[in-house]
C-alpha cells in the first residue's frame, strides 16, 4: 500500500531554514507527481509546490524564491527546501502523491501524516 512520511519539521527562527523530507513507497515514485502542502488550524490545507517526473516544478506565490522543491528518485524521496523562513510559514506540512502537477488538493492521491513547522518571530 502507498506510504508517505514526513520528516524535517521543527522550531526554527524567523530568517532561518528547514528542509523537509517525504519519503514514499507503496507506489511508482517516479511516475508520481509530487506536492507539498500546508494546514494551519481552521483553515483549508494550501499548496506549496510540486513537482513531477521530468523535473517541472510549480510553486505558490508565498513559496517563489524562498522554497526549492527536489527529488531524489533513487530513494524514493521528495524535499523541501525552506530558507528565509516567516511566522506566517508557521503551519503543519504535508507530502502528497498525485497523477499530474496540480495546485488542488482533491487531484493528489496518497498523503502523509504531516511533520510541524513553527517558525517563530
Known amino acids: 500500500q502507498a506510504q508517505l512520511v514526513e520528516s524535517g519539521g521543527g522550531l526554527v527562527q524567523a530568517g532561518g531554514s528547514l528542509k523537509l523530507s517525504c519519503v514514499a513507497s507503496?507506489?511508482?515514485?517516479?511516475?508520481?507527481?509530487m506536492g507539498w502542502f500546508r494546514q494551519v488550524p481552521g483553515k483549508e490545507r494550501d499548496f506549496v509546490a510540486a513537482?513531477?517526473?521530468?523535473?517541472?516544478?510549480d510553486y505558490a506565490e508565498s513559496a517563489k524564491g524562498r522554497f526549492t522543491i527536489s527529488t531524489d528518485n533513487a530513494k524514493n524521496t521528495v524535499f523541501l527546501q525552506m530558507n528565509s523562513l516567516k511566522p506566517e510559514d508557521t503551519a503543519v506540512y504535508y507530502c502528497?502523491?498525485?497523477?499530474?502537477?496540480?495546485?488542488?488538493?482533491?487531484?493528489?492521491?496518497?498523503w502523509g501524516q504531516g511533520t510541524r513547522v513553527t517558525v517563530a518571530s
Open positions: 513537482i513531477i517526473w521530468s523535473g517541472i516544478t
Open positions: 502528497a502523491a498525485g497523477n499530474r502537477l496540480r495546485r488542488r488538493s482533491e487531484d493528489y492521491n496518497y
Open positions: 507503496g507506489f511508482p515514485f517516479n511516475r508520481y507527481a
